[in-house]
C-alpha cells in the first residue's frame, strides 16, 4: 500500500526509550596469577580482563510511545486485531539502538578508569607503594 497517502495508509510511531547500559569488569574468573605482590611486599600486579557492556536495561515504567499517528486503513484494520498498537517490537528496537550507542562511546574506558582508581585505593590502603592495574583482552563476554 505504498502508493496510498499516510492519511490512509501507514504509521509513524515516536517512543522513548530510558534505560542503562552498564560496562563491567569481570572478577568472578581471575586466575591465581591475576595478582603478584612484589618479593620485597611494596608493590602489586593486577591483571584484569577487559570491561565488557552489559545487556541494555530498559525503563518499562519510563518508556512510552509518545506519539502515534495511524492511517485510516490501520486504524479500521485495528479492530479486527486483538492488540493492534502493541509496542513489543518498539521495546526490543529501543534495546538494539541502546546497545549499538554504548558500543560508540567510551564506556568501557571509563569503566577502566574507575576499577583502576578503585584498586589503588585499596592497595594503597593495604600498605603497598606501586599499585600497577592493567588490562588484557578477555574470551569471555557479559
Avoid at 618479593?39 to 545487556?55: I, K, M, N, Q, Y
Avoid at 519510563?62 to 490501520?74: E, F, I, K, T, W
Wanted: glycine content about 8%.
Amino acid at each position: 500500500m505504498s502508493f496510498l497517502p499516510d492519511a490512509l495508509a501507514g504509521e509513524r510511531v515516536q517512543f522513548v526509550g530510558i534505560g542503562t547500559v552498564d560496562a563491567v569488569v569481570d572478577f568472578t574468573n581471575l586466575s591465581t596469577g591475576a595478582v603478584v605482590v612484589s618479593e620485597d611486599g611494596t608493590s602489586v600486579v593486577v591483571t584484569l580482563p577487559r570491561p565488557a557492556l552489559a545487556e541494555p536495561v530498559l525503563d518499562h515504567d519510563q518508556s512510552h510511545v509518545m506519539n502515534r499517528d495511524r492511517g485510516l486503513l490501520n486504524r479500521i484494520g485495528g479492530v479486527f486485531s486483538d492488540n493492534p498498537t502493541s509496542e513489543d517490537a518498539l521495546y526490543d528496537g529501543a534495546i538494539e539502538k541502546m546497545a549499538t550507542a554504548a558500543e560508540a562511546t567510551d564506556l568501557r574506558q571509563r569503566a577502566e578508569d574507575n576499577t583502576k582508581l578503585m584498586l589503588y585505593t585499596l592497595f594503597k590502603s593495604l600498605g603497598y607503594t606501586k599499585v600497577d592495574v592493567r588490562f588484557q583482552v578477555s574470551s569471555a563476554s557479559v
